[in-house]
């Protein structure tokens, strides 16, 4: 998915005030699901994620596939019970035919998105308040979605585990799903799978 705007890089001092030494205590878990091009963007430049969405039929893909421990998206969806997206993403899910969440709470992480906006939506403004909503929700399995708020929860230490899938296409430039990070982190493989149309996805666990 897409989200805001294009991140900027932050400065070291900003990554480092960011990004506490001891996580935040809490009994949720923070789970992403996100497709990428090869060079790792999310989207282009201006939010389209055709490139995912229409892949050309003219290109051939093997036939022989594999799958080891990694879910398909509704597997996925069945272990979260809520879903924190930036308004970027937010604004790419409204253009859908139908809301894909009726039976999960979603929490938008906007400073400038209208609180009233949307009765299945629930505005934040700031990431302390976003896990405030969570904690006072009982929150279990949360899905983290779009590539700002990615890094944010990166930063602070609130992704438990990754699922990326790369589609087979070169971008060339566009939203980046990672951004600078104050300190290296370590990953461990779940599992990996392929797909016909030459998707390949890993699953890994933050250690």
């Known amino acids: 998915m897409t989200d805001d705007t294009r991140p900027s890089t932050p400065t070291a001092a900003a990554n480092a ?13 923070g789970r992403v699901f996100i497709a ?9 430049l201006d939010g389209d994620i055709d490139w995912l969405t229409d892949p050309p039929s003219h290109i051939a ?14 597997a ?3 272990g979260i019970d809520h879903i924190v ?7 790419k899910v409204l253009t859908f035919d139908a809301w894909p969440y009726p039976e999960h709470p979603v929490i938008v ?3 400038t998105l209208d609180p009233s906006t949307d009765s299945r939506v629930t505005v934040v403004a700031t990431l302390d308040d976003a896990m405030r909503a969570l904690d006072a929700a009982g929150a279990g399995g949360v899905y983290v979605d779009g590539g700002r708020v990615v890094q944010t929860f990166l930063r ?3 992704i438990d585990e990754l699922t990326i899938t790369r589609a087979p296409v070169l971008l060339g430039e566009g939203l980046p799903l990672f951004d600078s990070m104050p300190t290296s982190r370590r990953l461990s493989l779940i599992g ?3 797909s016909p149309g030459g998707l390949t996805q890993a699953t890994y666990r933050l250690a």
């Open 17 to 29: 005030a960011a990004a506490p030494a001891t996580p935040p205590t809490r009994a949720w878990t």
């Open 36 to 44: 990428t091009s090869v060079d790792g963007y999310i989207a282009r």
């Open 61 to 74: 893909h093997p036939a022989a596939l594999h799958s080891d421990g990694t879910p398909d998206y509704d």
């Open 76 to 78: 996925f969806l069945a």
């Open 85 to 91: 997206m930036g308004r970027g993403t937010y604004e």
């Open 109 to 111: 992480l906007s400073s």
């Open 156 to 158: 602070a230490g609130l």
């Open 192 to 194: 990996t799978s392929a």
